[in-house]
């Protein structure tokens, strides 16, 4: 026989309130009376009925996180942090891959509000605003992560990506570096962010932007390390060679160090290398990979925060922002100075 959430409550002699909110993990219970609860619930294998507790408060505990590409660990470590931090106050999380497909992104999008999800985590490619603004008339809370929507006032967790541009050349020309040049990502805000970090960087040393010096890959998702091997092999055509590269993301850094092999320089002796993102494999590759780290962790511990504060507010709050700092993690692929 099915236990309802009322048996259990005239079983501990309790207010269905009380068991509510221990399953909500609410903050004015008692952990004696949590403890006493949860114990029960498991004795009793007690399965809350998600759908007829959403149907009388009107949640369904439910976030939904979409994201461009569930290849890259960059996105992935961000959705295990912001996991781990709703599901400290009772929340799950659905996650969806738009796959840097603007119409797959406003149909997940459709889907999770169809799913009755009581807010959404974005990392978006739209330029637009059109669907977040759909979102907003909707009444339905979101956060943008990594990726912010120029003229949108919104909710945003993530670094200055002008500055991640800024401290990857500094590093290159620290290194002894002097045409350092840049594999640029697609047409989004963390692109276009980095390549003018990237050009105030050179000019603060009084070095030269050059055009031949910034090739586009085609593609920063499951394809990126194909085709960081594409944009390095059309880079290293330029005369004169670069000695430094500042790569977009790390997967595209990855193809680029093996673009450079494969044409037989020393890296980094010939070309130094810098990656964003600081994947967790960086440190494993047959030449360790130099990055940006960009606290991956915080950004989906405090997209946690901001986007469980939006449902749980009485009003609409201002719409603010949340920046984590970057830092330069060194490793051989950068290292020219051999400290």
Do not use: W
């Amino acid at each position: 026989m099915t236990v309802r959430m009322k048996d259990l409550a005239k079983d501990l002699n309790l207010s269905v309130v009380t068991i509510s909110k221990v399953l909500r993990n609410h903050s004015d219970i008692s952990e004696k009376t949590r403890e006493r609860v949860l114990q029960r619930m498991r004795e009793l294998n007690f399965r809350p009925n998600l759908t007829a507790r959403a149907l009388v408060t009107g949640r369904t505990s439910m976030m939904g996180l979409i994201v461009p590409d569930l290849v890259h660990p960059f996105f992935g470590q961000i959705a295990k942090s912001l996991a781990r931090t709703l599901r400290k106050k009772g929340y799950g999380l659905v996650i969806s891959s738009a796959e840097e497909d603007i119409a797959l992104e406003r149909h997940e999008i459709e889907h999770l509000i169809a799913r009755r999800v009581d807010a959404l985590v974005i990392a978006s490619g739209e330029e637009s605003g059109e669907m977040l603004a759909v979102l907003e008339q909707q009444k339905i809370p979101y956060v943008l992560v990594d990726r912010q929507v120029a003229g949108l006032q919104a909710n945003f967790v993530g670094v200055d990506d002008r500055e991640v541009g800024l401290l990857a050349t500094q590093h290159l020309i620290q290194q002894g570096c002097r045409r350092v040049a840049h594999l640029r990502g697609p047409e989004t805000s963390p692109a276009r962010g980095r390549i003018q970090g990237y050009g105030q960087a050179l000019q603060r040393h009084g070095l030269t932007m050059r055009d031949a010096y910034v090739v586009a890959a085609r593609s920063s998702g499951d394809r990126a390390e194909e085709c960081g091997f594409e944009a390095m092999q059309k880079l290293l055509q330029s005369r004169p060679r670069p000695d430094g590269v500042f790569c977009f993301n790390d997967p595209l850094a990855v193809g680029a160090l093996k673009a450079a092999q494969e044409a037989g320089l020393e890296v980094p002796r010939d070309l130094a290398v810098i990656g964003c993102g600081n994947m967790l494999y960086a440190d494993m590759l047959r030449i360790p990979l130099s990055s940006i780290d960009q606290d991956t962790g915080s950004i989906g511990e405090n997209a946690g925060k901001l986007v469980l504060s939006l449902v749980e507010a009485a009003a609409p709050p201002k719409p603010r922002s949340v920046l984590v700092t970057p830092r330069v993690v060194e490793r051989m692929s950068s290292n020219r100075l051999g400290r």
